[in-house]
Structure formats: C-alpha cells, structure tokens
C-alpha cells in the first residue's frame, strides 16, 4: 500500500498504534487485513515501514520495522505568521504551506483581523496539515503555533535570521531573497497582514525590530496569496527532492 | 464608490454600459442612483470614471471621463500552461493566478490530464478572472487562452523567451530565475503537468523544444500550487505597485 499513514503517537519499541480516522481509513475505507504492510510517519520526520497485527473499531495495532532514513531536505525555516483569513481560505492556506515546506505558522493577532484562531480552528487546521502531508509527500508536520499578537512574535526574530512583513510598499521581494539562503541555513520570520493591511503603528514596530518590509507583486493579494507566495519563494530555494519514494 | 465594474464592451466615446451580474450588482445589490459616480475597467489596462446616467433591469448606462493614465506595472509576461485540476482547484488557481500577475493560461492537454477545458468551464474561469481582477486592482485581464496539446504548446515558445517545465528532479527554480529578468522585459512561458506528472516522452518533448526542467520546492506539489508557485516566483521580481488606489 504506498499511501502513508499518521502515528498520533511515536512507536514505542517496535509497537504502535493508528487511532481515530487513520485506523478507520485504513481498516474499514481500504479494508486492510492482518499481515498487511503499509508505512506509517509521526510527523517528526521519521517514517517506518509497519506490518499489521490487529484490527479494531477505531484503532489499528502495529509492529513496526527499523525507521527509513529520514531524506527530507528543505528550504531555509520559514515561520511564517499570518493574520488568519476567513472560512475555506484558512484550509488552503495551511495545504498549500505545507506542500511548499514553510516549518511554522503563526495565527497573527492585528488590529484589523477578522478570523479568531479558536481551539476548534486551530485542530481543524492541524487535520489539514497531517492531509497535506499525507498527500504530498511530506514526514515533518507544518506546526501550528498559539495565536500571538505582533508585538510578541517581532520580539521573536533571532539574531542573524531574515524578517520579513509584507508591504505593497516595499521592496520587490526577489532582491531581498537569494538562492544562498538555503545553503546558508538562515531562518526566516515572515508577517502577512490581515486582508485591511498592518497599521502604520503595526508596521513602525516590525520595522523598528529588524524586519524589511517587502512587496510581492504588483496588486494587492490576499492573505493567502501572500503567505503562499513568500512560502513559494523559499521553497524555490530547496535542493530538489530526493527520489525516495 | 471605491468598487471598480468591469465593461465586457469598451467605451464608444463617452458612452458605456454595464450589463448582466455587473449591471445586477450595481443597481440591485448596492442600490446606486442616477447621478452617482464609480470607477470601471475593460480589462485592457485602462480604467475609467464614469457617472450613472440610466440604470435599467440588466443593465446601467454611463458617461465614462477621460481614461486614468494606466500605470499597471508587471513582472516579465508570463504564460502558464496548466494540466487544469479539478473542480474548485481551477477557479482557485486562476484567482491566484490573476492576483499574482500572470498574463495568460493556457489549458495544457496532456496524457495523464483529468479535467477537460470544456467551454463552460473556460466560461467559468472567466469569470472567476473578472472577479479576482476586481477584487485585487488589476486591470488587465488573465487571458484565458484556447486548451492546447504539449507539442504545440512548446512551439508557441519565442526566441529569446525562457521556457520552463516544472518537475520535481529539475534544478531549483531559485537558481533558474534572476531578479534581472523583469527588467529586462523577457517573457516566460511555464509547463505544469497533471496530478501523475508529465510522461517522459512530454518531458524529452519539453526539453528538446528548450525548456529548463525546474524544481518547485522539496515535496510533490498540487497542480494548482506548482502553477501559483512558478507565478509568485515572476511576480516577486515585479516593480512594487504604485499607489494610485
């Protein structure tokens, strides 16, 4: 079976465990039997070919063999912090971060947001995440990190990583990003504004706290257009994908 | 009125009318009045003042000012030729694709493509350009182009243009694209296969023709989100937009 399946917990010894939609998926959907092999990832990047030992109503018991050698290799670490946009957008968005590497989201708290992130929406978008990983390949989840309001997350830049706002503004941000910034391993913190823009007060703070504020285009994008297209530059950064799957 | 309505007819003279949903939406949803003045577009670059002369069941007539002096800056033309996705994939891909720049789409028809370019899906994909336009500033419309086998797709490319094809063993787009290219007013012209990828016979077809095989970040990437990707990339090295609005 090539399709992958999430652990919610790691293997304990060569034992472990698909609970809830995964074991339901792959016991009544697929209708694995005893014996069957699949591989299992529990998002840390480690993935693990498994033989089935039981099936249950809701859970799916494992034997796991010797972990595959993680190869996955990725662009610089983005942390990319987003004022979340509405509905169906936030589901998108947190696909299309995935497949294109970005390592951290961080639901923005601005002046002029309009989405919440609640518990309930933040799990719904840690399913989407394990989906698009699931889907594209991926063994390391994106991370879904607290809501945190501006202020909070500039003071969150370390020293020697790249800060970035995006500003219709600013400076083109192709003549900010450069291919050397993979091979160099510099960390990125990017902050996407709410669909009304940052405040001029918003944005003196990220300027005053190192960030470079940069222009992706010539409209005006939506926030997940713009999250996805600073993902998308980085990624255009990565090695190519190691053909091991 | 800072909402801007599309003219599927360009202004003869001083005379223009909005007709169908542009008409409906205008007259029924926002209530205009006689006399009252918005902005509209052709999709041509140019946009105009207009004052409300009549306003009918489907239709409202205007007197249109002299045009706004276009200042539509862009990145280098790009041509994305895409295996269309399915479903809501295809308008969410175009919507992007508008606010990110790209000048045209051209429906790839490919060996392992799913969806088929059918003319009320291209009527769709229209209108989905229209509203995204609207939505973002834009002016000019993403050209919808006629659906296109590979072969002849990659005959269409020009001397001195940059053909790319996107595929996951390519070099990285990164090293492919320079900040330069937009300044120097190259056009690019982008292949992206289906779900399955291309063949190798479209692949050696793309290559023979000239075209770079470009990798799009470490992980295998939706349709949707290789086209948005490779759009984002051009759309990165675009002058910032002017603040005219």
Redesign the interface.
Known sequence: MSERFFLATSPRGSAASLTGDEARHLGRVLRAKVGDTVRVFDGSGTEWPARIDAIGRDRVDLAVGPPIAPV????PLLTIAVALPKGDRQK?MV??L????AARLVPLVTSRGVAEATPSAIERLKRSVIEACK????STLLEIGEPMPLPACVAKKTAGSLGLVAN????????V?S?SL?RDGVGVLALVGPEGGFTDEELVTAVAAGFTAV????????VE?AA??IA??L???????L?NR
Do not use: F
């Open positions: 996955e290799k990725s662009g998108w696909e299309k995935t497949e294109l590497a889907q594209c390949g991926r219709p503004g600013g400076i083109p941000i192709g003549d990003i291919p993979s222009s992706l285009g010539p409209h005006v994008l939506r257009t996805i297209a998308s530059m990624a255009a950064t990565a090695p190519p994908m053909p």
